[in-house]
């Protein structure tokens, strides 16, 4: 066969653009970011240095490992335990629907578990670099360290599915009896906007949620899947029985709150850290511009300003459950997560919070997320919180009517007002302002 040599060259250029793909991508990677070789500050970078000096310490256990050693020193509470049995992360040959792998997470820390597992994999919410992610092999012998990773992560926690930041991801997939994806029935990347018919393909699911319908506690046999799916084995499960090992896990549940909140809050992080990273990106480069064009260093640049809004307004749009999908009946769990959950607080002089549960028709009784307590939204760069505040304070005072948020009405909205102005320190001065002054 004769190949011309100019389309030789165009196929050799293509395959070069695929196989450079993820370098070029990883815009990350540059000035201002240096996502690899920037120091982390984050939860589990403390535990390390108190671990270094001696501060903290952790107990392996014959049957987990340094699980629940490492859970506790974390503040990571073992109610929010869901397990997942889809071969979908990176010790897959380890998990199966008869040896799900663990997820436990706090606001700002992830922990992975798999039965046999050789490392638990940790992921921490870090305000300056997104997320960052952890191993600690599971080995008794030796001074438990927590090792630093990322490539071998970011195959996966660094795409499109993450907004193209180191992130988190949760995923709805049909599996076969052993676990394994059967893609051609499609997957779905899950948030709080997702219907709950789509969620929890490869997932076990505790908890009560009426006729509403999931493809959670379910496998296939073969690798077909039926055009009507039959999950009702499979709903409203309070227990688990025996199709899983409960005795080789921390809790018997995979509780149907804590993965919603999970789903939630991965998500929001995702946007949050997009925001960050955008912003400096456009604030490094305006910089770079200025100086080459001799402007003022201080010159705003119209494209700039688009920028911070483009990955501000949909954090906006987040953080206020837009489009959040409708729940028709009540939802339960099971392992107590929830109380857990609403404890935290802060409240205000009412006593309210953010994180108090609707949980009959939606996911809390006050929408707005509570992850705008959190470290990495409030160390977001002056500019892009700046944008995001103001946005807020236009929709919650009203000003803002546009159909995008029709879904607050104007009780909920003051009602959030209050709470903010109580509990969230450093507000803009606009927003001690009544509406409509
Ligand atoms: C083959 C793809 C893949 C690789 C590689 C991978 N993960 Fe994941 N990870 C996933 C998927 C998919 C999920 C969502 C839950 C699931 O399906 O198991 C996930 C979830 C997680 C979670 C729970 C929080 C979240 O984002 O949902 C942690 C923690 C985690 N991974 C840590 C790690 C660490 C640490 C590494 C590297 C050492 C790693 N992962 C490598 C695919 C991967």
Request: proline share 6%.
């Amino acid at each position: 066969m004769c190949i011309s040599k100019p389309y030789f060259f165009a196929v050799l250029a293509c395959l070069w653009a695929a196989l450079s793909q993820p370098v070029w991508s990883q815009e990350y990677e540059h000035e201002p970011i240096r996502y690899s070789k920037s120091d982390p500050h984050n939860r589990v970078s403390q535990l390390i240095e108190r671990l270094e000096s001696g501060q903290a310490r952790l107990q392996y256990d014959g049957k987990m490992g340094y699980l629940r050693s490492l859970l506790n020193e974390l503040s990571v509470p073992v109610s929010s335990q869901t397990l997942v049995f889809s071969k979908t992360s990176l010790q897959r040959h380890r998990i199966a629907p008869q040896s799900p792998r663990g997820l436990y997470f706090s606001d700002d820390v992830y922990v992975g578990f798999c039965q046999q597992g050789d490392v638990l994999e940790l992921s921490a919410v870090d305000p300056n670099l997104g997320t960052v992610f952890y191993t600690l092999d599971q080995n008794p012998a030796g001074p438990p360290r927590i090792v630093r990773q990322a490539d071998n992560c970011l195959i996966c926690h660094s795409s499109s599915q993450t907004k193209d930041v180191p992130g988190h991801l949760v995923r709805s997939v049909m599996t076969d009896t052993a676990g394994f994806p059967i893609l051609s029935a499609g997957t779905y990347r899950i948030e709080h906007t997702s219907p709950l018919e789509k969620r929890w393909g490869g997932w076990y699911v505790t908890g009560t949620h009426g006729p509403q319908k999931h493809l959670g506690n379910l496998t296939i046999e073969g690798n077909q899947v039926p055009r009507e799916i039959d999950n009702q084995a499979g709903m409203n499960l309070k227990e688990l029985g025996d199709r899983i090992p409960s005795d080789r896990y921390l809790s018997a549940h995979s509780d149907i709150v804590a993965l919603m909140v999970l789903e939630h809050q991965t998500e929001a992080q995702n946007l949050i850290a997009r925001s960050n990273f955008l912003t400096r990106q456009a604030l490094h480069y305006q910089q770079a511009l200025n100086r080459e064009l001799h402007e003022p260093e201080d010159h705003v640049w119209e494209s700039t300003k688009s920028r911070i809004k483009s990955a501000g307004e949909p954090l906006v749009e987040y953080l206020l459950f837009c489009d959040e999908a409708e729940l028709t009946h009540r939802i339960q769990g099971t392992s107590g997560f929830a109380n857990e959950f609403a404890q935290i607080g802060p409240r205000d002089r009412h006593g309210r919070s953010l994180r108090d549960f609707d949980l009959e028709t939606r996911m809390f009784k006050y929408r707005c997320s509570y992850l705008i307590y959190s470290p990495s939204f409030r160390e977001l760069p002056a500019t892009a919180r700046d944008y995001v505040m103001r946005r807020l304070w236009e929709v919650l005072s009203g000003q803002d009517q546009s159909p995008k948020f029709a879904h607050l009405p104007a009780q909920e909205r003051q009602a959030i007002l209050e709470i903010l102005r109580d509990t969230l320190p450093d507000l803009p001065d606009c927003w001690r302002a009544e509406p409509g002054t």
